[in-house]
């Protein structure tokens, strides 16, 4: 197709086939229409290997299939980002994130190769020996660089269950103080937050293990189950410490059926006992299937009234953060993750030359600060990331000018290998695809 396209005179921007719809992300994308669509129907997995402890994957591949697929085989992937439906190119090109991201850093740490259909045509396998630049240049360029047909991505054995432990922290200060701590622990496998107030919040961290205490079992995943968060929340009301056993891949997924707690504001009935042993095997309808069914009044209404971020900051900025997200919008829960952020080449490292501890916030929902107007307060929030040199997610909906993008991100190698690679006149530049002042 790429080959056919440049026979052609290589009059437009090449894109992805995918429809906007089928995409996690809440943002549809006005250049599938005008781009010409490269169809990429790779969704297989391709090999495990477990001498190299490898799993070569297809770009199209999901969360879902990929745990579903290796876990009979006691074999996991270090970061399983969160929802069914995220896909390995999606991970890569976008980013992703899990609360075992303290010890092996984003979902792009954990792949050691990638192979891409280039501008001309032509296919390469690049890694930290071989094309390297091209290896570490992939992550976050959101299909600007190539098309991603294949990924080799770290293995780590599986284990039954993870062992957690809830504990409720008051106090802003005490909840950065304890999160930082915990995070920084490697015997951790999972470290995770959920701010529900400016002063209340739950820290849980993990083990993975192969034992458990039959009475402690919790399988979360269970489609009559409350919520997740809503659990959580428990031991919040009861200002009590716990600890559960829950299955391996319930707890990978455990966010999954209440979409976080998106899921509260689409059926705000949800998590009644009632609706969940009669309908909650319905539910999560696919974030594909909203998307596909809402109307463009709803889709504004929705762009204007509701936020869904994700800021990856520093983890000395953490209090300041939860402050500033607190004043600029209000919304809670918060999600908590943290994660190791290596000093690589390309878009997205830390300002010294060490790896350094990050964390990302996650805001999903209503904002209810007073006078919220989408565009002022998310440029807010996003002149505040960058001033402690954190990062925005590219999924989300980005204010930003291409300057202040490119304040944001290290687009010195980017740029180079767009260059080099003559991408200028396949690709858009990432900031035109995802950032809405380039779209309007």
Sequence with gaps: QVREWKNEGSKRYMCTGRPGWLTVSLRVGKYKKIHKNIMINLMDVLEVDSERQVVRVEPLVTMGQLTAHLNPMGWTIPVVPELDDLTVG?????????????????????????????ADGSLVRCSPTENSDLFYAVPWSCGTLGFLVAAEIK??????????????????????????????KKENSFVEGLVYSLEEAVIMTGVLTDEAEQSKINRIGNYYKPWFFKHVEKYLKADRTGIEYIPARHYYHRHTRSIFWELQDIIPFGNNPIFRYLFGWMVPPKISLLKLTQGEAIRKLYE????????????????????????????????????????????????????????????????????????????????????????????ADCYMTREEFWDMFDGSLYHKLREQMNCKDAFPEVYDKICKAARH
């Excluded at 075992?100 to 259909?117: D, K, R």
């Excluded at 599986?158 to 909840?175: D, T």
């Excluded at 607190?326 to 080449?345: A, K, M, R």
């Design 90 to 118: 999606g991970l890569i090109m976008g980013t992703g994130i899990e609360s075992s991201s303290h010890i092996y850093g984003l979902f792009q740490h954990t792949c050691v190769a990638y192979e891409l259909v280039l």
């Design 155 to 184: 293995m780590i054995p599986a284990k039954k269950y993870v062992k957690i432990h809830y504990e409720p922290v008051r106090g802003l200060q005490k909840i950065c103080q304890k999160f930082t701590e915990e995070s920084k």
């Design 304 to 395: 204007q009234h509701h936020v869904v971020q994700d800021m990856l900051v520093p983890m000395k900025s953490l209090e300041k953060s939860i402050q500033t997200f607190h004043v600029d919008l209000n919304v809670y829960p918060l999600w908590l993750c943290p994660f190791i952020l290596p000093n690589n080449p390309g878009m997205v490292h830390p300002k010294g030359d060490e790896a350094e501890l990050y964390v990302d916030i996650g805001a999903y929902g209503e904002p209810k600060r007073k006078q919220f107007e989408a565009r002022a307060s998310m440029r807010q929030m996003e002149k505040f990331v960058r001033s402690v040199h954190g990062f925005q997610m590219l999924y």
